[in-house]
């Protein structure tokens, strides 16, 4: 039987029960989570955090019972951020006119949304590194991020184009292979196929290594250690500090936002030492030092 990353039931408060149709792999939003018509918070996060938003909700819903309903998304980044600037997403036959309270993203993409007037300041809570899942036993014995411009390993990665962790991994290749390893994975192996770009990698890269159309895939650290935290056959290669990177994750409350009181407290949480305990237990490194970090979060007028 394969887990695949199936996720934690949504962990919003219901006030009634309702009908479940969910058919796996046919009828599924695995990256939705809630109910955005009567939520009274609505956060947009960096779909690296999958994992750990579950916890992370039932331990704010236990500090602010009043936010009962909370809505939120953990799909890739850049389509968040696209989300964000169009108003409205389609997944199927679906489309949802929903707007973010609080956004959970890494620094480059908070910095655009602050530039174009979305967010306000943002406070880090978390930093991330880089590591490689490979299949159980790792059988084609990927020994380090170089390996994975070897012809014989195919690789899942995350497409550049709305996947804010592929600039993260080039910037990986570059330093252990300089240009031409970058060149090599990114162009050359995706010509021949045996480089595949994903769409919402921390669904599809456990998913092609478990089903064997993938032998190696970069992903965050926290991810790979997640796959093994939940029984899938996946081990981990690391990567060393000289050729990894950091990333640091932070919380903005969007400047229109409806549930401001709400997102200013959860974005508090975020911040605090419960919440610090709850990502750390996921692989998340704290934030960087204090000259790097915004001011605190203005309290509402």
């Not at 009962?68 to 679906?94: A, D, F, M, V």
Request: proline share 8%.
């Amino acid at each position: 039987m394969l887990l695949v990353t199936m996720a934690v039931a949504p962990v919003a408060a219901r006030e009634r029960a309702a009908l479940d149709f969910t058919v796996p792999g046919i009828d599924d939003a695995m990256d939705l989570h809630g109910d955005p018509a009567e939520a009274d918070l609505v956060v947009f996060v960096a779909g690296n955090q999958f994992m750990v938003m579950p916890p992370l909700v039932r331990a704010f819903r236990a500090l602010h019972p009043s936010v009962k309903r909370i809505y939120y998304e953990t799909l890739p980044p850049g389509i968040e951020e696209r989300q964000i600037r169009q108003g409205s997403i389609e997944i199927g036959n679906l489309t949802l006119s929903v707007k973010p309270d609080v956004v959970l993203a890494g620094l480059q993409v908070l910095k655009r949304e602050r530039r174009a007037g979305v967010v306000g300041r943002f406070v880090p809570y978390a930093t991330n590194a880089l590591a490689i899942e490979v299949a159980r036993g790792n059988p084609k014995h990927v020994a380090n991020i170089a390996d994975l411009g070897r012809p014989d390993v195919r690789v899942a990665m995350p497409n550049p184009s709305w996947e804010g962790i592929a600039a993260q991994i080039e910037s990986a290749y570059r330093k252990a292979g300089g240009a031409a390893l970058d060149a090599t994975i990114m162009h050359a192996k995706v010509a021949a196929g045996t480089t595949v770009l994903t769409r919402i990698h921390h669904r599809e890269t456990p998913r092609r290594i478990i089903a064997g159309t993938a032998d190696a895939g970069p992903v965050w650290i926290s991810e790979a250690l997640y796959q093994q935290r939940i029984g899938n056959p996946i081990d981990t290669v690391p990567i060393p500090a000289n050729q990894n990177v950091t990333a640091v994750f932070a919380s903005a409350v969007v400047r229109q936002a409806r549930h401001r009181e709400n997102a200013l407290e959860f974005a508090t949480f975020l911040s605090s030492p419960r919440a610090a305990s709850i990502l750390h237990s996921y692989g998340f490194a704290p934030p960087p030092a204090k000259k790097e970090r915004s001011t605190a979060l203005p309290r509402p007028s």
